[in-house]
Nanobody, 125 residues
Framework: QVQLVESGGGSVQAGGSLRLSCAAS????????MGWFRQAPGKEREGVAA??????TYADSVKGRFTISQDNAKNTVYLQMNSLKPEDTAMYYC????????????????????WGQGTQVTVSS
């Protein structure tokens, strides 16, 4: 049974930082394509960052500010978010896709089979 549990969301002022965690169970995350997505009210879900075999990719809106990483020993994926902006406010979701995976769909919601419950991030001015 594949399960993803996010944590680390909260409220922060613009310019602050948060680290989101995604604890995986039922599979080995290092063998999967792992991604972070976000969805603001009234907007479509969008890809933020993804990781596979040590390779990473980011949405243009977060490049240089966000970092995705993985702790294989803990089977956990992280999203370090720095220099947060009000437009980063959204529900953030962790997602996983088993092999075979498509790196070209790493930031596309339809490219993933499993999803966490989400954790809210709110950035104030």
């Amino acid at each position: 049974q594949v399960q993803l549990v996010e944590s680390g969301g909260g409220s922060v002022q613009a310019g602050g930082s948060l680290r989101l965690s995604c604890a995986a169970s039922g599979y080995t995350a290092s063998a999967y394509l792992m991604g972070w997505f976000r969805q603001a009210p009234g907007k479509e879900r969008e890809g933020v960052a993804a990781l596979r075999y040590g390779s990473t990719t980011y949405a243009d809106s977060v490049k240089g500010r966000f970092t995705i990483s993985q702790d294989n020993a803990k089977n956990t994926v992280y999203l370090q978010m720095n220099s947060l902006k009000p437009e980063d406010t959204a529900m953030y979701y962790c997602a996983a896709d088993p092999p075979p995976t498509s790196w070209l769909r790493a930031l596309t919601p339809g490219g993933y089979d499993y999803w966490g419950q989400g954790t809210q991030v709110t950035v104030s001015s």
